[in-house]
């Protein structure tokens, strides 16, 4: 098991990312999507926002997992706006202030009940109201900085690191494509020279022959010679 599944503890980043995709869907945010297209909706958007949030750097966790994370956040900031007086200055980081204003300020203090339907989990999940009431935050409250990037940021930076990837490995590519064009020209003028020998080793042959005949020749004139000469003096007078 990898550091990031055994951590608990969501990372700045993936906070940021949950919270900003909560603005772009507030009825999420809320549980205002109810009846059966909005339980395919809230389906499909949980599935998104979770292969979201575990392509950041922090922990992995399943769609369950997270959906509690977002009630509990909810339940904790609400808890500390009430027990300061119902100021939200008393908030401790940016993060809760926004959660603060864009979710729970218009709700007068009263918990919103928000049941998450059971067909698309492995258990029934969680009622925020219940929660409000009975449940204690597992994970440790951060004081959060201003987030430092979005999703589309980081998507952005992963499609140029594919760029330059590609691009290093077409001029890879075309570097071996080189190579291989320089392997080829250099075997051609090895077959030339290897051509240019098996003719000068064919002359040399052809000469070695000719010298070969001119000896026999001269053996045979030899031969002649002697043999006049000796049927030359054979035949003179003594």
Request: with cysteine; charged share 25%.
């Amino acid at each position: 098991m990898t550091d990031r599944v055994i951590a608990s503890r969501p990372s700045l980043e993936q906070v940021t990312a949950i919270v900003d995709f909560m603005e772009k869907h507030p009825a999420l945010a809320l549980g205002q999507l109810r009846g059966l297209e909005g339980r395919e909706e809230s389906k499909k958007l949980w599935f998104m926002l979770t292969r979201v949030v575990n392509n950041i750097t922090g922990p992995t966790r399943p769609m369950k997992s997270w959906i509690k994370y977002w009630a509990d956040k909810k339940s904790t900031v609400r808890s500390k706006v009430q027990g300061g007086g119902g100021d939200p200055n008393n908030l401790c980081s940016n993060i809760e202030k926004k959660i603060w204003d864009l979710f729970l300020a218009g709700d007068n203090g009263k918990p919103r009940g928000v049941k998450q339907e059971s067909k698309f989990l492995d258990e029934n999940l969680y009622d925020e109201e219940s929660m409000d009431q009975n449940h204690v935050e597992s994970d440790p409250v951060l004081a959060f900085e201003e987030p430092v990037a979005d999703v589309e940021e980081r998507q952005t930076a992963l499609m140029e690191k594919m760029f330059k990837v590609m691009s290093d490995q077409a001029a890879a590519m075309t570097q071996l494509a080189h190579a291989s064009q320089v392997n080829a020209q250099a075997m051609e003028r090895l077959a030339d020279a290897s051509q240019i020998q098996a003719r000068a080793i064919d002359r040399l042959a052809n000469t070695f022959e000719t010298i070969s005949a001119a000896t026999h020749d001269v053996r045979n004139a030899i031969v002649d010679i002697d043999a006049t000469m000796k049927r030359y003096y054979s035949t003179s007078p003594t």
